[in-house]
C-alpha cells in the first residue's frame, strides 16, 4: 500500500517559525495531488495547502502570505514551511496524498499520515 510519515513538528513562539515534511512511500504509480491538513482540538479537520503535480497550489485564506507549500515529485515529498506562526495555528498537522497504484495507475485514492502535532504558544 502507501505510507505517509510526516517529521517536524514541536513548539514554537508565536511569531515563530516552522516547517513540516511528509514523504511517500509504496507501490506508487502517479501522487495527483500532496498536501496539509489541521485539526485543532474539538474541530474538523480542514485544509491547510495542497499543490498538484504540475505545481500549481492552494492555501487556505488564513494562512495565506504565512505558509508556502513546496513539493518534490521525484523525492514524493511535500514540506510546508509556516512562518509568522499565531496560538489558532495549534494543531495536528496531517498529509495526505491523493495516489495511484502501479498496478491500477487510472485509479486515485485518498492516503493519509498520522499527523504531526504543532503547539504555537503566546
Known amino acids: 500500500q502507501v505510507q505517509l510519515v510526516e517529521s517536524g513538528g514541536g513548539l514554537v513562539q508565536a511569531g515563530g517559525s516552522l516547517r513540516v515534511s511528509c514523504v511517500a512511500s509504496g507501490f506508487i504509480s502517479k501522487i495527483a495531488v500532496m498536501g496539509w491538513y489541521r485539526q485543532a482540538p474539538g474541530k474538523q479537520r480542514e485544509l491547510v495547502a495542497t499543490a498538484d503535480s504540475a505545481g500549481v497550489t492552494n492555501y487556505a485564506d488564513s494562512v495565506k502570505g504565512r505558509f508556502t507549500i513546496s513539493r518534490d515529485n521525484a523525492k514524493r515529498t511535500v514540506a510546508l514551511q509556516m512562518n509568522s506562526l499565531k496560538p489558532e495555528d495549534t494543531a495536528d498537522y496531517y498529509c495526505?496524498?491523493?495516489?495511484?497504484?502501479?498496478?491500477?495507475?487510472?485509479?486515485?485514492?485518498?492516503?493519509w499520515g498520522k499527523g504531526t502535532l504543532v503547539t504555537v504558544s503566546s
Open positions: 495526505k496524498a491523493i495516489v495511484s497504484m502501479v498496478w491500477d495507475s487510472s485509479h486515485y485514492m485518498d492516503y
